[in-house]
T-cell receptor, first 109, second 114 residues
Framework: GQNIDQPTEMTATEGAIVQINCTYQ??????LFWYQQHAGEAPTFLSY??LDGLEEKGRFSSFLSRSKGYSYLLLKELQMKDSASYLC??????????WGAGTKLIIKP | DAMVIQNPRYQVTQFGKPVTLSCSQT?????MYWYQQKSSQAPKLLFH???????NEADTPDNFQSRRPNTSFCFLDIRSPGLGDAAMYLC?????????????FGPGTRLTVT
């Protein structure tokens, strides 16, 4: 079966750095996405990785290792507004998105 | 601004009473999706349209139907809602041909079944 694993919840301090990991087993691979979802709202796109390596976009970076079936989202200089769920999703060989359940990130002052 | 719009944002229906959720988009994207998301769970794909081609997920209950009368609009019909159908329903769009063709989500409709 297809599976995306991410930690259920993480806590970090304002101003710090946090890394959210995602491992996947899917039928084929055509890219990995990270989305941010605030409580009661729709997911919004953060990043896309299709090749191995690090993609940096402001305070957020995303890393991919296809051989290890592994990605992480790195958030720097954490702000209170970063408190949200972060969902990892992989596009499989049929170009369908397989979603993880999300990691709830709690930021403390 | 180009966007994905969902109406209503909150919908209350009675057990067994049919309900329709709507989605419209001004992005001119050719693919539209309906997801069901329950609290602290991953979004679950119900169906998607590739232009006019309808694709039903194998585990989507028959109770759920969809219509896409044109590029801009898509509807989700729940014929006989049960208590287990209470959830957030998300509409999303994407455009094929782009490298990533990320999905753009509407704000969602939160459905309550009483």
């Amino acid at each position: 079966g297809q599976n995306i694993d991410q930690p259920t919840e993480m806590t970090a301090t304002e101003g710090a750095i946090v890394q959210i990991n995602c491992t996947y087993q899917t039928s084929g691979f055509n890219g990995l996405f990270w989305y941010q979802q605030h409580a009661g709202e729709a997911p919004t796109f953060l990043s896309y990785n299709v090749l191995d390596g690090l993609e940096e976009k402001g305070r957020f970076s995303s890393f991919l290792s296809r051989s290890k079936g592994y990605s992480y989202l790195l958030l720097k200089e954490l702000q209170m507004k970063d408190s949200a769920s972060y969902l990892c999703a992989v596009r499989d060989s049929n170009y369908q998105l397989i979603w993880g359940a999300g990691t709830k990130l709690i930021i403390k002052p | 601004d180009a966007m994905v719009i969902q109406n209503p944002r909150y919908q209350v229906t009675q057990f067994g009473k049919p309900v329709t959720l709507s989605c419209s988009q001004t992005l001119n994207h050719n693919v539209m999706y309906w997801y069901q998301q329950k609290s602290s769970q991953a979004p679950k794909l119900l169906f998607h349209y590739y232009d006019k081609d309808f694709n039903n997920e194998a585990d989507t209950p028959d109770n759920f139907q969809s219509r896409r009368p044109n590029t801009s609009f898509c509807f989700l019909d729940i014929r006989s809602p049960g208590l287990g159908d209470a959830a957030m329903y998300l509409c999303a769009t994407s455009l094929t041909g782009q490298d990533s063709y990320e999905q753009y989500f509407g704000p969602g409709t939160r459905l309550t079944v009483t």
